[in-house]
């Protein structure tokens, strides 16, 4: 069993696959239930067996896509503050190095922390489950270039806006408008590595945050007019269609 949790695990774990908000979290979920193997898809349907939404009420969720975006879901309706800085990482993009985890909870630390809870088959139920769902949502989050990298910013809080649209921040448009024009161009499929073949998932993990830095660094900022690292930002940044095409591609 324990095997067939960690070829889970791995599956999310294999390409730079960008997705953020609900939409793209369902897609990033869906390749990788696309390529469970028939064991692992099995102790899905037992995980989700009994799966409570954000009020904790029956969700009558039974895929990977379905409860992706449960971790938002639980941020959103939650008055304590408590998931602030869970979904992020603040790194500068500038120079490789790691920043403050603020209380161990940014986004690999988290990931890192439900994997284990997955892993483990002495867990209940109720925590194995909110542990899936967490690490299926995460693993999205880290991989959108300005949840994890930024300059000086605050994860890309700054005025720009796609030609012709309103103004918003560099954040939103990755979060949402880039997303979901790279999504309307057609279905995202993927064939995934085997586990295998892929590296223990503490250094995948890891590899994940070094690869997400360089798409931020070369497909976020330096297209950016005037961009230099270290330098504080001068916006509002109109974002024309060539940078809307290479963001695209990321």
């Avoid at 070829?7 to 469970?36: C, R, S, Y």
């Avoid at 500068?92 to 403050?100: A, D, R």
């Avoid at 922390?113 to 542990?131: F, G, P, Q, S, W």
């Avoid at 910013?153 to 005025?159: E, F, M």
């Amino acid at each position: 069993m324990k095997s067939c949790l960690v070829l889970l695990i791995t599956l999310l774990f294999v390409q730079p696959l960008h997705a953020w908000n609900k939409n793209g979290h369902a897609a990033i979920a869906a390749i990788a239930e696309d390529n469970l193997t028939p064991e692992a898809r099995k102790q899905v349907r037992e995980l989700l067996q009994d799966d409570l939404d954000a009020n904790n009420r029956p969700s009558g969720r039974t895929t990977l896509p379905e409860i992706a975006s449960w971790p938002d879901e639980i941020r959103r309706i939650d008055k304590s503050n408590r998931y602030v800085g869970w979904h992020t990482h603040g790194n500068s993009v500038c120079t490789g190095k790691l920043g403050t985890c603020w209380l161990n909870h940014c986004v690999d630390k988290n990931l890192l922390r439900y994997i284990d809870v997955l892993k483990n088959k002495r867990a209940n139920h109720r925590r194995r489950n909110e542990a899936l769902k967490w690490i299926v949502h995460l693993t999205g989050d880290m991989h959108q270039p300005l949840h994890s990298w930024s300059n000086r910013d605050s994860a890309g809080n700054v005025a720009a806006a796609l030609e012709g649209r309103p103004i918003t921040s560099l954040h939103w448009i990755w979060d949402i408008d880039l997303l979901d024009a790279a999504l309307n161009e057609g279905p995202v499929t993927a064939k995934l590595e085997t586990a295998e073949k892929l590296p223990p998932y503490r250094l995948a993990v890891m590899m994940w945050l070094l690869e997400t830095r360089d798409v931020s660094l070369e497909h976020a900022y330096m297209p950016l007019p005037g961009f230099r690292c270290g330098t504080d930002f001068a916006g509002p940044y109109i974002l024309d269609s060539a940078y809307q095409e290479q963001a695209k591609k990321t």
